[in-house]
């Protein structure tokens, strides 16, 4: 019988040790507890004392350098994550059979995500709940960078300084040639901004050692160019209005 995979997008959020010791407390604890009827009867067939052999956890933390699993977070000495962190998976499966596979994963440049693995239809019941209590945990560390990573957002991060321009210059009676032609540089400085936000402000971060960081640094030049690109290039356009308009 195959595995049915359920994929949940999960809050952006700031990963430090507490929240992975909280979503490890909720794997190894709570979600046995969920599926107590399914393991009672897996310890009795089994005969089995305890259902500690019915649960496999790991760890994986990924960096430049390459990889490494954990049993637990508390296996990690330092009070921070290693700046060249990339991914960090937490990966718990329940029952001999398998009936339950937990994958949540968060990665830099990625949005974070909980992977539900079951063939059990009783356990697929069980999974929004699951998602929902994960999501809840995240919302603690939650930040609010997702605003800059809809497509809504980007589309009038993009449109919306054209767009005030071509609507004061139809205002004002401009020639509507003039505003057209005007928009391929705007467009293209609003955009650059509207694409360099979502680098600076990402769905997953890990609180590292304080680090000098020349990606970030360089991104925050960036966008200072281009702020100062759009407020120059917007000034010298009012300024070719007010001269077409004498």
Excluded at 89 to 111: D, M, W, Y
Aim: proline share 7%.
């Amino acid at each position: 019988m195959e595995m049915d995979l359920l994929e949940y997008p999960l809050p952006s959020c700031r990963v430090n040790k507490g929240l992975i010791v909280k979503l490890e407390n909720y794997l190894l604890m709570q979600i046995p507890a969920l599926l107590r009827k399914e393991l009672a009867g897996m310890m009795e067939a089994l005969d089995l004392k305890s259902p500690a052999s019915l649960k496999k956890y790991t760890l994986s933390l990924q960096d430049r350098s390459g990889g490494r699993e954990l049993g637990s977070i508390a296996e990690l000495p330092d009070k921070f994550f290693p700046p060249s962190l990339r991914k960090i998976s937490l990966h718990l499966k329940i029952g001999r059979p398998e009936i339950l596979s937990v994958t949540v994963t968060f990665a830099a440049g990625a949005r974070p995500r909980l992977e539900l693995a079951t063939m059990s239809r009783q356990v697929r019941k069980d999974c929004p709940r699951i998602a929902a209590n994960v999501s809840g945990i995240i919302k603690s560390w939650s930040t609010r960078n997702w605003i800059f990573h809809s497509r809504l957002v980007q589309v009038l991060l993009a449109a919306v300084v054209p767009a005030a321009f071509a609507g004061y210059g139809w205002l004002k009676g401009i020639d509507p040639f003039f505003l057209f032609s005007s928009q391929g540089w705007l467009l293209l400085l609003a955009g650059t901004q509207s694409l360099t936000l979502p680098r600076l402000f990402p769905l997953v971060s890990f609180q590292t050692p304080r680090h000098f960081n020349p990606g970030k640094l360089l991104l925050l030049l960036l966008l200072a160019l281009n702020l100062a690109a759009i407020s120059g290039y917007v000034g010298l356009l009012f300024f070719e209005l007010e001269r077409l308009r004498l």
